[in-house]
């Protein structure tokens, strides 16, 4: 079945730096992405979301990125902070009614002081 | 405006035990999705409701897992008997008809 994948299990970055978390998906008929945050011992946490008609979209301090010549997107996070620290999942949505979502194994962002 | 409430928060039961989770979403939202999480990986769609109408519920083990919405409102997800497999957190989102999906805490269960 289709699958979407991230690049890397782990990224550590200094406080004050940018991230960027990457994400591979499959699946060319996808339509919808997500990206939610993971803090331990809590549910996902919606972040940003990006349509395909587009190819950037920026929120507060974060960027998606989408490049669907390469299914590839990406989440950058500006002047990353402590509270940054989780795990980040990308998720897709192909084409259907139902429009469920398939995540990723995610990220896991720490942030170094 | 109030989250997905989820309970119990954390259960831990001996295998061939039966379970039962809780959900209320947020007021207004039409869908509510059931999730297994297991350590490690991304939430894996178990049951999807459309109002008190099943969506898809391909991915739900209906030898062992039931799960019910009669009223349209809240959700029951029940396991009757629990293996150690079943190890997992149970995350209960809701959404309107095709918007974000957002997420309870999740029932954290562990099967020994």
């Known amino acids: 079945g289709e699958s979407v994948g991230l690049h890397l299990p782990t990224l550590s970055v200094q406080e004050g730096d940018n991230s960027i978390i990457n994400c591979a998906y499959s699946?060319?008929?996808?339509?919808?992405f997500i990206w939610y945050k993971q803090e331990s011992g809590k549910g996902p946490q919606f972040i940003i979301d990006?349509?395909?008609?587009?190819d950037k979209r920026q929120g507060q301090r974060v960027t998606v990125l989408l490049n669907k010549t390469v299914k590839h997107l990406s989440l950058q996070i500006a002047a990353t902070q402590p509270g940054d620290s989780a795990v980040y999942f990308c998720?897709?949505?192909?084409?259907?009614?139902?429009?469920?979502?398939?995540f990723g194994s995610g990220t896991q962002l720490t942030v170094l002081p | 405006e109030a989250g997905v409430a989820q309970s119990p928060r954390y259960k831990i039961i001996e295998k061939r035990q039966s379970v039962a989770f809780w959900c209320n979403p947020i007021?207004?939202?039409?869908?509510l999705y059931w999730y297994q999480q297991i350590l490690g990986q991304g939430p894996k769609l178990l049951i999807q409701?459309?109002?008190?109408?099943?969506?898809?519920d391909s991915q739900l083990p209906k030898d062992r897992f039931s799960a019910e919405r009669l009223k349209g409102v809240d959700s029951t997800l029940k396991i009757q008997p629990a293996k150690l497999e079943d190890s997992a957190v149970y995350l209960c989102?809701?959404?309107?008809?095709?918007?974000?999906?957002?997420f309870g805490p999740g029932t954290r269960l562990t099967v020994t």
């Open positions: 998720a897709e949505t192909g084409t259907g009614s139902a429009r469920q979502l398939t």
């Open positions: 409701f459309q109002n008190n109408g099943v969506v898809d």
């Open positions: 699946n060319s008929a996808s339509d919808y």
């Open positions: 990006i349509r395909s008609n587009m």
């Open positions: 007021s207004g939202h039409a869908t």
């Open positions: 989102a809701s959404s309107r008809l095709a918007g974000v999906q957002y």
